[in-house]
Structures are given as C-alpha cells and as structure tokens.
C-alpha cells in the first residue's frame, strides 16, 4: 500500500487558525459506514447521533507548555526546543530543536537566568537531542514559567487564549499536542450527555511529535512510529470490557484513544488496565476489537492520522468524505471541523 494513497488536494484556505467563537459550534459531518451516506450538522448536535447505552471514552491528556525560546551562552544566537520526553535522569530531557546542527554535546542554553539554564548531553540518531537542566529545584517551575504551548506549525500565529488548546477536561500534563477531537466538547454539552445516561471512560495517552511527523517512507508498511505513554484505569477497563461483552458500543473521541484501547486489548483479557508505552500503527488492514465509533478532526494528507481514519472507516468512504468536506469548505486539523465515523 503506498503513502500516495492518502494523500488529496487541500487549499491553504481551510486549514483553520482560530478556534470557531463557542466549541461546540463547529460543523459535524457524519460517515455512516454502512450505508455509506453523508449528512452534516454542528457539534453540539452530535447528541442525535449517540445512544444512551452507549460509552464515550475521553483522552484526559493536558498538553504541557514545551516550547522553549533561549539563547546559546557565549554567543547570544537565539534557540527554540521542544521538549518530546523526560530523560534518564530527573533533570534530563529528549527535545527538538532549531536551529539544531550547531547545538553539539556542551553547549550551554540559557533560558533568563543560571537555574534556567540547560546543557545539551547527547545527539540522538533521529537528530534529537538530549539536554540536562541546572535547576535542582523546581524543574516544572521553571518549564512553566519560560515555556509556551506548541502549536502546530500551520498554526502561524499566537493565540489570545492558549486555553482554547486544551480539551474542557484535560488533567495530566504530558503532551506536545492537544487531542483535537476533544476541543469541541464544552462543560454543558458533557453534561447533556451525562443526562442522556450515556457513561463516559476516561485514559490518557500523551501525544508526542509524531502527530505533526509527515509520512515520508513511500510504503505505508515502511513507516515507523514513535512510541507514546499511554494509561488505562482499572476502572475504565472494567466498564469498557463489561460493555463490550453487553454489545454496547465503545464511542473514541479522537484517534489517541483508538490508539490506546487497542494497544491495550488483550484477546484473552480484553482492556488491560495499567500504564505503558504503544507504538500501534494503524492503517487499512488493521483488526478493530474494541471502538465501534469514533469522533475525530480532519487530518493532514500522507498522515499516520488519516491512515487510521481509513483504517475505521474504509479507505473510499473516508477519502469521499473529505473530499466532500473541500468541496464544502469544512475546516481542517486542530481548530477545525469533526466528523463522526459510526
């Protein structure tokens, strides 16, 4: 299967900037797989399309404020990192950054003051790096008061509220990106869906940089993922696996929880509880034993995302679906429209 594939034309105009005004007011199409038809409305309708037996699982993820913007000591040359991942050690941490060639073992950042300072350890094989802060005190302090978030890049500029790039009910700090599929939902939309009766589950998979990572093997089967920290409470295994068994359907608000339900499948035991690191590749092909359902954004063309999308929906059905979506100018990645794949 090659990468060409999935690829489709997208005017620059419909990669979405801003959020819409109110979150659940963006536009909603709807795949139904069966009958393979389209139908549009906005999000705060989505309601319709739930049943009460139904589970809705959310990623609580919080995306962490991992942009940095220092300047190499001695020569003042600017600097900006990413940081991907805790290190080794406690006050190590794997990044990217740019302009990243010059950046060689011993070579000190500073980011305003001594306790904000880093040295870079080691060059990775990908062209990452590892770096090592001075401070022995308050790391998350420090990140947190020189860091901003990472938006995507085809984001271009600052956000007036950087609030807006977090999910209504992240918890758990640990991601480079938002879990997209997420931003549509507000506090009283959940509660409209509690009321329904429909129960919601809750993991987190933290998202790293392979969610902006194009495809760039030209067979799909060539393709390597990054692996990512993923948790399941036991509590949600428990209702995920007993509504499994009652035939009721398992609801995926995004593709990380696809990710994770199905890295976390066991035939033998169905959704194992715990925490742990997934590389799963999805693509069309894929067996799915757990989602029966899932809410999602529009993904960029070639992308590990999009193949997983095909991979739930059907490979035609979906790319119609988003050519579709052009032809009525929907609004595409992270501040974008959703679709409903059920």
């Known amino acids: 299967m090659e990468v060409s594939e999935f690829d489709f034309e997208l005017p620059q105009k419909l990669i979405a900037q801003k959020p819409v005004s109110h979150r659940d007011q963006s536009r909603l199409l709807i795949l139904d797989r069966e009958k393979e038809n389209l139908g549009e409305t906005v999000f705060s309708e989505i309601t319709r399309f739930l049943d009460s037996s139904d589970v809705l699982v959310l990623n609580e993820t919080k995306v962490r404020p991992a942009r940095l913007h220092g300047k190499k000591h001695g020569t003042g040359g600017k600097v900006e990192i990413l940081l991907l991942r805790p290190g080794a050690s406690e006050l190590e941490w794997e990044i990217l950054a740019k302009p990243g060639r010059r950046l060689q073992p011993g070579t000190v950042l500073d980011f305003g003051s001594r306790e904000k300072a ?75 869906i509690k009321q329904m009766g429909i129960e919601m589950a809750r993991v987190v998979l933290h998202i790293g940089y392979d969610t902006f990572r194009p495809v760039e093997v030209e067979r799909v089967t060539d393709h390597e993922m990054h692996s990512e920290y993923f948790e399941v409470p036991p509590e949600t295994a428990k209702l995920v696996n007993e509504a499994k068994a009652d035939g009721r359907r398992i609801v995926a608000v995004g593709t990380t929880v696809v990710r994770t339900l199905e890295a976390a499948y066991s035939h033998k035991e169905g959704i194992r509880p715990g925490s742990r690191e997934t590389d799963l590749f999805i693509y069309p092909g894929f067996k799915f034993n757990v989602v029966n359902a899932l809410i999602t954004n529009f993904h960029l063309p070639r992308s590990s995302l999009l193949m997983l999308t095909c991979a739930f929906g059907g490979k035609e059905n979906v790319l119609h679906a988003y050519r579709y979506a052009v032809k009525r100018e929907f609004r595409f990645f992270s501040f974008g429209d959703a679709m409903f794949i059920r």
Do not use: C, W
Request: aromatic share 6%; glycine share 8%; net charge neutral.
């Open 118 to 192: 880093a040295e870079i350890m080691a060059k990775k094989p990908d062209g990452g790096r590892v770096i090592k802060f001075s401070s022995r005190e308050d790391l998350d302090g420090v990140i947190k008061e020189v860091g901003e978030l990472p938006l995507p890049p085809y984001i271009k500029k600052p956000l007036e509220k950087p609030e807006n790039y977090q999910t209504v009910y992240a918890k758990k700090e640990g991601s480079v990106a938002a879990p997209t599929a997420g931003l549509h939902f507000t506090p009283e939309l959940l509660d409209r």
